[in-house]
């Protein structure tokens, strides 16, 4: 069975920063795309970052590049997203996603399996 466990979230004054997880389980990560998602209320589900292939190919959303960072450490099977420079408009449910193939162009359909979601607030 596998599993995505997102931890690491919280809120954050604008600024400041946060380190996202994400545990995966049942799969050998080494294998796989994946990346982080946000869904923020009344919006479509957007890619974050990817890598979007299990070759390390990266991807970044344009509003996040030069403040997120993607890494992966495939024998922890173990995801991060380091987000520095937060802002209100980067609060979201952010959910770590995997797929056996490819995450094209860090697209949420191109994903199979899905983590839970876990909430990051900015604000003051």
């Known amino acids: 069975q596998v599993q995505l466990v997102e931890s690491g979230g919280g809120m954050v004054q604008p600024g400041g920063s946060l380190r996202l997880s994400c545990k995966v389980s049942?799969?050998?990560?080494?294998?796989?795309?994946v990346g982080w998602f946000r869904q923020a209320p009344g919006k479509e589900r957007e890619g974050v970052s990817c890598?979007?292939?299990?070759?390390?190919?990266?991807y970044y959303a344009e509003s996040v590049t030069g403040r997120f960072t993607i890494s992966r450490d495939n024998a922890r099977n173990m995801v991060y997203l380091q987000m520095n420079n937060l802002k209100p408009e980067d609060t979201a449910v952010y959910y770590c996603a995997a797929d056996p193939v490819d995450i094209v162009r860090c697209l949420p359909r191109f994903a199979v399996h899905w983590g839970q979601g876990i909430q990051v607030t900015v604000s003051s």
């Open positions: 890598f979007t292939t299990s070759d390390g190919d990266t």
């Open positions: 049942g799969i050998d990560l080494d294998d796989y795309a």
